[in-house]
C-alpha cells in the first residue's frame, strides 16, 4: 500500500479534479435577442458558455454525456409485470421460451420507438416472469396491447373432407380458432404458412376509402407457400387468424405468387400501426397476463425530488457547522472529506449509467443517499473522539491521531459490515425501488469507509505529520 | 452516572414504549397498503379543494363499475382511491366518466397489484428481516469471539439481538397505532426503512460493545458491572453524536423534504432515536443482568 501521504494527497486531488469534471454542467447556450436602439436593428446572438468538461475524454473515444439515470418514480412512466404462462411448454425448454418472449417484447417496445425502456426476467420455481419499465409511458391500455398481445399469425383452409390423413393433420374442431367454422366450414386445417414466413408488415392506406390496413409481405419460403395455397384454394376461403381469431376470410379468386396479402378488417391507423409492430417483432412464445402495473405521472415525483434535494443540502451543511463546531479544525478536515466523499458518489452514479449495471435514482434512493452522508461523518467521529481521549491520556498529537485511526478501525469495520449485510439483503429480496435504496445505500457505506479513512488520514497527516511524517520520509 | 445501577428503570422505559404499540399491533394489525393486500390505488389531483361531494360522486362512478372495498383518502386537492383490482377497461371507463363529472383533473398515479405479487412481498420482507438478524448475530459473535471471560460472544450476539428486536417493535408498534387512528399505511419502503434501523441499531450497539471489549481486556479484574458501565460512559459522547449527525439530516427532510417519503423518514427517525437509546440503556445492561443471572444460577448449585 502507498505509505507516503504527499502521493497520497495528490492521487486524491486528481481524483477530485476528475469528479468534479464528471459532476460539473454541459456547456450552456447563451442567446440574447434585443433591439439596439437608434439603428433600430434586431440583435440576435447565440453563444455558446462554459466549456466542455470531457474534452480529455475524447482521445479515449468517449464521447459521454453524465447523467443520472431516473427511476420511475421520478420520470413518470409505466412498469408492468407479466406472468408467462408456461403450461404449453415443456420443462426443459421452459428458460429458452422466457427469453425468446423478452427479446421479442424488446424489439415491439423499440419498434415502436419508446426511450429508454427496462426489460428484465425473473424465474423462482416454475414461476416465470417479465417485467417491463416504460419511462414516459403513461397509457397503460396501449402498452399492455403492444406488448401483451401473442400475435401469432396462422392461415387456415378447408380440409379435404373426411380424409384419414385430413382428419389426423387437423386440430381437433374444439381447438379451431374463433370464427373458423362460420367461414370455412365444419372442416379447416391450418397450413403451414405462420407469421414465421413474414418478411416484412406495414401499415397501408387503402386508394379508395383512406382506410388503413395491414399488408403482409412474404419471405421467399413464404411466398411460395402461400402461392400454394391460393393455388389450391381457388374459389374457397381461406381464413388468416390472428392469436385464435379470425380476422380476415378472403375468398381467393386467383392465385397470388406476388407473396403480398392484405387484412383489411376494421382498423384505426392506431391499431394497424400496433399491429404491424407486433407481427413485425415477431410472435410471443408463450401467452402474457398481468400480475402487476403501475402508472406514475411525473409530476408527483418532480415536486418531492425538489424539496428532498433541498432537504439534503440542508442536511450537508447542518452536519458541516456541526462537525466544526465540534472538532475544529478536524472538523474543517473532516468536512472536506465529505464533500470529497459525496461527489465522488455522484460521480459513480453518474458513470454507472454508461454500463449495464446503471444505478437508478429513485426518491428513496435519493433519500438514501443523504442517509449515508448522515452516516459518513459517523466514522470520522469515532476517529476524533478516539484521538481526544488518547490526547486526555497525555500522548502527542501525531501519536494520538494515529492511534485514533487505528484503533477506531475495528469499530467502524464492524458497524459498516452490519449496513451492507442489510443493504444486501435489502436487494436481494426487494422489489425494483428497494433494489436501489439498497444499491444507494451500499455504495455509500463504502465510499464513506475509504473517504473517512484514506481522505480523512491523509489530510491530517500531511498537516499534523511531525514525527510519524518524517519517520516514514527515512524508511522511503 | 451509574447506568447500570438504574438498568430496571431503563427496562420500565422501554416497556412503557412498546406495550402499547404491541397492543396495537394485535389489536388492530398494521394498516397494509396495496404493496402487501394487492388492489388498485388512483392517485386524483382536481383543482380546487376537495369536498364531501367530491368524494361522494366518486363514490357513486366507483359503484356503477361494480368496483369493491373502496375507500377514499381526501387531502387538500388530492384524493386516493384505494380499491380491490379494477381492470384497464373499468379504469378507463371510470376516468371517462369523472371527467363528464369534473372536467379537468389530473391522474397522479395508477397503480393495481394481484393478489399474488401481494402477499409475496408479504413474505419477502418478514423473511428479508429474518435474515438480517439472524446474518447479524453470526456477524457479531463471530467478530467479538475473541473477547475475554466472563463476557461470551454468543451473549453479546444475542444482547445486541434484543436491542435490534426491541427497536422493529417500536417502530411496528407506533406505526400499528398511526394505522389505526390515522390511518397511516404501511408500504414496501416501511420495510426498507425497518432494515436501515436494524443496520444502524446494530452499528450503535457496536460501538458500546466494542468499547466493552476492550476494557475487559484492561480492566479484567474489575467486577463485570462496572467494567460495563464505566465502556458507556466513555461511549456516551461518541453514541450520541453519530446519533445525531443522522437524526439532523432525516429532521431536514422531515421539514423541507418531499410528501411522498414522509413517513419513510419518520419511520426512520423512530427507529434511529429507538436504536441510540436500546444501544446504550437496553444492550448492554442486558449482557450485566444476563451475568448476574449466570453467577445466581452458579452459586445456586
Redesign the interface.
Known sequence: MIRNPRTLFFIIIALTIIVLCVNLPQVTTLSIHSKIPLVNKKVDIQKTVGFNPYFFLKPLGANASFGFKKGL?LEGGTSI?F?ADMKNIPQDRRDDALVAAKSVIETRINLFGVAEPVVQTAVSTNDYRIIVDLPGVTD??KA?NLIGTTAQLSFWEQAASASAEALSQTASPSAYPKGIVQTIGEVAKPTDLTGNDLQQTSVVFDPNTGKPQVQLNFTSDGAKKFADITKRNINKIVAIVLDNQVVEAPRVSQAILTGNAVITGNFTPESARTLATELNAGALPVPLS????????P???S??????L???I???I??IV??CV?YGRLGIIASVALCIYTLLTLAIFKVSTLTPYGITLT??GI??F??S???A??AN??IF?RTK?ELRRGRTKPIAIELGFS?AW??IR??????L???T??Y????G??KG??LV?AIGVLISMFSAIIVTRTFVRLIYGGDSLKREVRHS | MNIIGKKYWYFAISLFVLVPGLIALFLFGLNRSIDFSGGSRI?L?FKSRIFKETTKTIQKELTKEQVKDVSLQASGNTVIVRSSPIT?AQ??TLLQDLHKDFGAF?????????P??GSE?TI??L??IV??SI??IL??AW?FRKVPRPASSVRFGVCAILALVHDVLVVVGIFAILGHFFRIEVD??F??AL??V???S???T??VF?RIR?NLRRMGGMPFDQVVNASIL?TL??SL??S???????L??????????RW??IA?LIGIVSGTYSSIFNASPLLVLWHELSLKRKKNI
Not at chain 1, 398481468?290 to 405521472?297: A, F, K, T
Not at chain 2, 389530473?106 to 394481484?114: L, P, S, V
Open positions: 418514480d409485470t406472468k397503460v391500455n399492455v398481468i400480475l402487476e402495473q403501475h402508472v406514475i405521472g409530476t408527483l415525483g415536486e418531492s425530488l425538489q424539496k428532498t433541498f432537504a439534503g440542508l442536511g450537508f447542518i452536519i456541526f462537525m465540534l426518491l428513496s433519500a438514501g443523504i442517509l452522508i448522515g452516516m461523518v459517523d467521529i469515532l473522539e481521549e484503533r475495528e469499530s464492524d458497524s459498516n459490515i452490519a449496513t449485510i442489510t443493504s439483503i435489502l436481494m429480496f426487494g422489489t425501488l428497494v435504496f439498497a445505500l | 392517485t389531483t384497464e379504469h378507463a389530473r391522474e397522479d398515479a395508477f397503480e393495481t397489484i394481484g399474488i405479487i412481498t419477502n420482507a423473511k428479508a435474515v438480517a446474518l447479524i456477524y457479531i467478530s414496501s419502503l420495510v426498507t432494515l436501515t436494524i443496520g444502524f446494530v452499528h450503535d457496536i460501538v466494542d476492550e466513555q459522547d461518541r453524536n453519530t445525531l449527525t443522522v437524526l439532523l439530516v432525516l431536514a427532510m422531515l421539514l423541507f423534504g418531499g410528501e411522498s417519503i419513510f423518514i426512520l
